[in-house]
């Protein structure tokens, strides 16, 4: 019998072995399969034939809206269906308490660092008529109807469906939240037992779907990078404000190479390892300008390659979508500062600081949107009689900037995922681990 046993137990290490090797030569294919695409989208960009650079914006509007489309569901779905599972125990406190102190700490820290550069660039004033010029490009429809006050507002639905129609991120994410744990406080009926099994088969669907995504997804890389390389070969995303665009850009790069893995390292994470099992996520969030449209892609690379437990993915990657905006952080703050000195505001210290957790909080309450960030800074600016034609001069190197800002907010939400995920390794009750698999 003791032999009969240890056989079963041979089999099932040999079994575990070859699945764990054939799970990473795939992961390795699926990543230079990627790359290639990415190079191969580049290079046909840059040759500049107008016909296939056309077919290349095609290509990566349907798949910018195939990701839309499939992100604000599978929020929903995975927030309901962890938040049921998790709601009646202390897996979710745990789970919570670590993604929110993550989410916070690198935010502060991508806000400080840019302060920290812009003191020592200091960029200088632009002349009083170029920031007048800029007037006329800064989106006044938009303008009209922005107020912090109503942006904070806006989060709270009071119709069900329209979250989901607008596509109001934080908004679904009350909704999911609200359901998730009434759920998981409901009575275990007969009742609530069907409500789950409609909920989860929906999310299986969902899953399925983002399965045919990933299938596709190197012909979108090769548009995606098409489409950038093109601009970038016809000069459209050229020029600067010189220090300024040299603080955003170099704020950023700081806590995407530095802060996030040194981070990671004190951890106990080898940040080169998580980067590159989070790397076709990243790749996504470059081109599509949109951490929530990304989610899907990051939660497959989470759960697939970083093998974060189901538990943790799904529940602190959605909310890190919404409320970790290390990029966007930066981008208020500095934007804020540079328009604010411009407009001949003392900036002392206290007030830089001041604005530094303004800025945080302003981050937390934007939603992955294309954009988002800057039409946050722009409420901001004019809530304070603060002149915003500079704003316009910025925005036509803000599509670079958000590009930037968006790869940096996806890094930090796999940052805080797996360094969670770490922590908790062990500590979390494996009995109600969501049994559906993304791939």
Not at 145 to 159: C, E, K
Not at 322 to 350: D, H, P, W
Not at 369 to 396: D, H, K, N
Request: with cysteine; net charge neutral; proline share 4%.
């Amino acid at each position: 019998m003791a032999d009969n046993k240890k056989q079963v137990d041979v089999k099932e290490t040999a079994q575990s072995a070859i699945r764990e090797s054939k799970a990473k030569s795939s992961q390795g294919r699926q990543f230079l399969l990627w790359f290639g695409a990415l190079i191969l989208g580049g290079i046909l960009g840059w040759l500049g034939i107008q016909p296939l650079n056309e077919f290349f914006n095609f290509v990566a509007t349907v798949f910018t809206r195939l990701f839309q489309f499939i992100a604000v569901p599978t929020i929903a779905l995975a927030v309901i269906t962890t938040l049921a599972a998790l709601g009646n125990n202390k897996d979710t406190s745990r789970i919570f308490s670590h993604a929110l102190f993550y989410t916070l700490f690198t935010t502060i820290c991508a806000a400080a660092t840019s302060l920290c550069l812009y003191l020592w660039i200091s960029p200088g004033n632009l002349p009083m008529d170029i920031i007048n010029a800029g007037q006329e490009a800064v989106p006044m429809q938009k303008l009209g109807v922005l107020s912090y006050y109503d942006h904070f507002l806006s989060v709270i639905p009071n119709n069900v469906l329209q979250p989901f129609l607008t596509g109001n991120v934080l908004s679904v994410m009350l909704i999911s939240a609200a359901v998730g744990l009434a759920l998981a406080f409901m009575p275990k009926t007969d009742n609530r037992e069907q409500l789950l099994k409609v909920i989860n088969g929906l999310q299986e669907l969902s899953f399925t779907l983002i399965r045919a995504l990933l299938y596709v997804l190197p012909l979108g890389i090769i548009a995606f990078a098409g489409q950038l390389s093109a601009q970038i070969e016809a000069g459209v995303i050229v020029g600067a404000l010189g220090k300024y665009t040299a603080v955003v850009i170099g704020g950023n790069a700081i806590q995407f190479f530095i802060i996030l893995p040194l981070i990671m390292l004190l951890r106990g994470l080898n940040p080169v390892k998580v980067f590159r099992k989070m790397a076709p996520a990243l790749a996504v969030a470059l081109f599509t300008k949109s951490s929530a449209g990304t989610l899907p892609v990051t939660l497959a690379c989470a759960e697939q390659n970083l093998k974060a437990n189901p538990k943790v993915s799904r529940f602190v990657l959605p909310i890190c979508t919404t409320i970790n905006m290390n990029g966007c952080a930066a981008f208020i703050l500095v934007t804020s500062l540079f328009v604010m000195q411009n407009a001949g505001f003392e900036l002392s210290m206290t007030t830089m600081i001041t604005w530094l957790f303004i800025s945080v909080i302003a981050a937390v309450g934007n939603a992955g949107v294309p954009m988002g960030c800057y039409f946050l800074t722009l409420s901001l600016m004019s809530s304070i009689g603060a002149p915003i034609g500079l704003l316009g001069i910025i925005l036509p190197i803000y599509t670079i900037i958000d590009m930037i800002e968006t790869a940096e907010n996806v890094w930090s939400d796999s940052a805080v995922c797996a360094m969670t995920d770490n922590d908790l390794k062990g500590k979390l009750d494996d009995s109600e681990i969501p049994n559906t698999s993304i791939l």
